[in-house]
Structures are given as C-alpha cells and as structure tokens.
C-alpha cells in the first residue's frame, strides 16, 4: 500500500495540506524564525500555505510563537516575506543557470523570437522593467505558440544570471529544466496571488 504524504495544519488558516505544498519555517539556534523552502533544515517545524496572506496573517496573530512554544525573533511579516521572496527568486535564478549552463538558454530579442517561431521553446521569461510594447508582441507571439510567460527579474538581472548584459527576454528551450522551472515560478505566483489578482 502506498505510504500517505504527510499532511500538516497552516498556522493562519489551520487548512490540513500535504506537507511538500506548504512553506515550513524553523528556529535558528537564537530562536529567529528561518523560512525553509526545501523542507531539508533540521529542528521542528511549523508550516504556512504558499500565500503570502497566510504568511501575513500568522505572523500579526502571534501563530509563531505559539507554534514553536515560545519567544521567537524575526516573525514580523514584512521580514519573512521578504526573506520567502528572496528565497523563491534565489531558487528560480539557480535553475536558470543550471539550464543556461546546459545550453538549454536562449536569449536576445531576435533569437528568442525565432526561437518562439518556429517552436521548441518551453518557457518565456520577460524583464519586469522591459517596454509594454515589446513585452506585449512577445507575450502575444507565446500565446499563439502555447508557451507559458514569466514576468520576473529585470533586464540587468537576467543578463547577469546568463553572464551577459541586458537581456530582456529569454527563452528556456523545451527540456527537463521547463518542468523544475515552471514547478518553482508557480509556488512564487502562488505565493502572491492575491497582490495580483
């Protein structure tokens, strides 16, 4: 018989999820609240939905405290956000590069153009701070082909994580990186949902 997920309760909403959908926090040895997005830090755990209201809403009730049975530093909501924040951008920069390494990158207008044209790409980043227009035709040109659009990093960003100057758009060729990409930019726009609603 298959071994059931492990499920664990949100401290905000108290929904009972599967432990690997939720956002897991533990206590650093001064007792300062340390997302761990990977579920891999040693020491108890207490978990949160994906959402950044649920985030919120734990830390303005005090649900840190009351998880891990006592005082605790750094549970203030701004901090943690941002510290998530970090962390989710952090994982989805690492497989670009991963996937830029394994030759799996295009970028470039013009290529990545091409690139969507006559297919094979998998995924589409754009520069958050690129021009309506240009970010609109790209965007335009992904929906006719079916790929999926990432609005994240700016153009200075995403040329350094590929070692290059500005890059205002990229593409992620069709590949085993697109599923660990895609898995990564779902759990950020989960994570804000309700910002961008």
């Known amino acids: 018989m ?4 492990p499920q664990r309760s949100c401290l905000a909403c108290r929904e009972v999820k599967d432990k690997g959908s939720l956002l897991r926090f533990v206590l650093a040895p001064d007792r300062t609240v340390v997302p761990d997005l990977q579920q891999k830090l040693p020491g108890r755990g207490v978990y949160t939905c994906m959402k950044g209201s649920c985030l919120r809403l734990a830390a303005q009730k005090k649900q840190f405290s009351r998880g891990f049975k006592g005082e605790v530093l750094g549970a203030e909501a701004e901090s943690l ?4 924040t ?6 989805i920069a690492s497989y670009l590069c991963l996937a830029n390494k394994g030759g799996k990158i295009v970028s470039g207008s013009d290529q990545v153009m091409d690139k969507l044209k006559k297919g094979g790409a998998g995924l589409l980043f754009i520069a958050t701070d690129i021009s309506v227009d240009i970010g609109e035709k ?5 929906r006719l082909k079916g790929v999926p659009c990432v609005a ?3 153009k200075e960003r995403l040329g350094g994580l590929l070692g290059k100057e500005l890059r205002s758009v990229l593409a ?3 590949s085993g990186f697109v599923g660990s990409i ?4 779902e759990k950020y726009r989960n994570f804000f949902e ?3 609603k």
Not at 2 to 5: E, I, M
Not at 138 to 142: D, E, L, P, S, W
Not at 182 to 185: D, K, P, V
């Open 152 to 154: 994240l990093f700016s």
């Open 194 to 196: 309700e910002e961008r």
């Open 2 to 5: 298959p071994k059931a997920n």
């Open 172 to 174: 992620v060729s069709d």
């Open 182 to 185: 895609s898995l990564e930019t």
């Open 81 to 84: 956000t941002r510290q998530v």
């Open 86 to 91: 970090e962390k989710l951008e952090e994982r």
């Open 138 to 142: 790209f965007r335009g040109v992904a």
